[in-house]
Structures are given as C-alpha cells and as structure tokens.
C-alpha cells in the first residue's frame, strides 16, 4: 500500500508563464476546472489553482494509472475535492487526496485507506499590525491551552510562527475530515514533543487513531500532515469513501506506513505528463 502514500510539491515562484503557455495548461482542465481558476483576479492566485488541479490530475493518472479522459474529481457540499475511483483503486481500500497552496508553494498528499489533509502556511510578517496583533485576531480559534503557549513562545516573530505551526495543523485535520473553514477549530487542541510525536485533542478526547507530521519546506515556509481514521469524515465526505470501517490490525498498519518525503515537481513536468495522457 505504501505506492498510495504519495507527497508532491511545486515551487510556483520559479514559474512565469507566457499568455500563451498558462492557457496551455489551463486548456489541459474540465471546463468546470477552468473557470474555478479563472474566476480569481490576481494572477498569482490563478496560478496556485491551476497548479493545484495539475497535481490532483497528474497524481490520479501516475499513481492508479485512471486513463487521463477517466479522471473524475468532484467536490462535496464544503467544497472539498474528491476523486471518483471506481474500478480504478482496486490496489487501495480508500484512496483519497487533498492539496494545499499558500505563498510560493502547492502540495498534494494521498493516503490508500487512512484520511489526509495537508496544509501549507508562509509564515508572513503582517504589514500594518504589530504580529502580537495579528495573532490576537484569531485568539478564539485555539484552546487556552494552546493560547498560552502561543503567546509565551519567545519574541514577537516567535509568537508568530508558534501561531502558524497551530495553525497548519489545524487546518490539516479539518480538511482531513472534509469540513469547512466554520469548524469549531478551538475544540482541536494539539500536544507535541518539540513540535514532534503531534497529537490531537477534539473536545478534550485524545484521538489515538490520529497522526501528525509539521515539516519545515524552505523560504519560510511549514507545511503540515493529517493522518486519520475515515469514521472522523463529515457525512458528506463519508459517502464518498470506499469504505470507513476496518479491521484495528489492517488500519494501525495503514496508520503506520511510512510518511514520505516530500518530492519537488515542476509544472512542466504536469504538463508534459497530462499532455500524454491526454493525447494516448
């Protein structure tokens, strides 16, 4: 199962695209695709969308060989995206995926059978706020718990990457879960050894079918892991799922699988890959 632990990342600041070579790419997309790319204005966050669905479409063709005119991805309710595998995840109980953009970086992670969510933060210095100010913005998203240690972290640009280490994480296991940016994110409260053996607490229960990773991916950037059990999907998400319950053996095994490294893709390399799938 571990082919279906996958971990990808492209660096979106080394990549300029003529006029030409986005609508390239961009004409590689379902129609629907395209306009959720182009309904942004700046170019910057077109490119994070467009590179996001490059990954989640070249990912489903490499990794479970969909041919490429085969590939569905739809959404659920929350807007969470989700592949139709039918008979093509046969090698995998529960193949799913979730990506992940922020600042210079898009990632996609998948797991065969466990849940994933993936979050990138860039830990940015605010511009016309003290950081202590900033954080204090989203104060009721944390536990006291959490609070305390955010605040008792050191400097100001310590506070704020504490901040932001909680924060991705957070949001790792929302998206893990398929839940939308309204979840009571103050009842999941994270503990760590140095920011290592991560675990969660959802409404003061430890949650031991859980599994966290916080990675450091350069220029500033931190991007996080969920690994989960499906039974913690929302309705919505769940019925997407090939299957939620399993045996404790088979899933600890699952929970176990190694994490793999990040692996640096670029965007040529998705376009080259979807041109040839499409053209096969």
């Known amino acids: 199962m571990e082919r279906g632990v996958q971990r990808w990342v492209v660096d979106i600041s080394e990549w300029d695209p003529s006029p030409h070579d986005f609508s390239s790419a961009l004409s590689l997309l379902p129609p629907l695709e395209q306009s959720s790319v182009t309904r942004f204005v700046q170019m910057e966050d077109r490119k994070r969308a ?34 139709e595998c039918g008979h093509a995840c046969v090698d995998f109980p529960n193949f799913n995926f979730n990506a992940s953009h922020h600042g210079d970086y898009v990632a996609i992670a998948s797991e065969p059978l466990c849940l994933v969510g993936v979050d990138i933060v860039s830990v940015v210095i605010p511009q016309k706020e003290t950081p202590i100010e900033f954080v204090k913005n989203f104060s009721s998203c944390f536990s006291s718990f959490e609070w305390d240690n955010i605040l008792s972290a050191g400097t100001s640009d310590d506070i704020l990457t504490e901040f932001y280490r909680y924060w991705c994480l ?75 319950e399993f045996g404790e053996e088979e899933y600890q095994t699952a929970l176990h699988l190694p994490n793999a490294g990040f692996v640096s893709r670029t965007v040529e390399q998705l376009v080259t890959v979807l041109q040839k799938a499409r053209d096969h």
């Open 50 to 83: 467009l590179v996001s669905r490059l990954l989640q479409y070249a990912l489903a063709h490499q990794v479970l060989a969909i041919p490429f005119h085969e590939i569905i991805i739809n959404r659920t309710l929350e807007g969470k995206p989700y592949l």
């Open 170 to 244: 957070k949001e790792a296991y929302v998206k893990a879960i398929g839940s939308g940016v309204a979840y009571g994110l103050d009842k999941v409260e994270f503990h760590h050894s140095c920011w290592t053996n991560i675990s969660v607490h959802v409404e003061g229960k430890l949650m031991r079918e859980w599994r966290f990773w916080l990675l450091e991916l350069g220029k500033g950037h931190l991007v996080s892991i969920a690994r989960g059990h499906p039974r913690s999907a929302t309705e919505s998400y769940m019925r997407t799922l090939k299957q939620v």
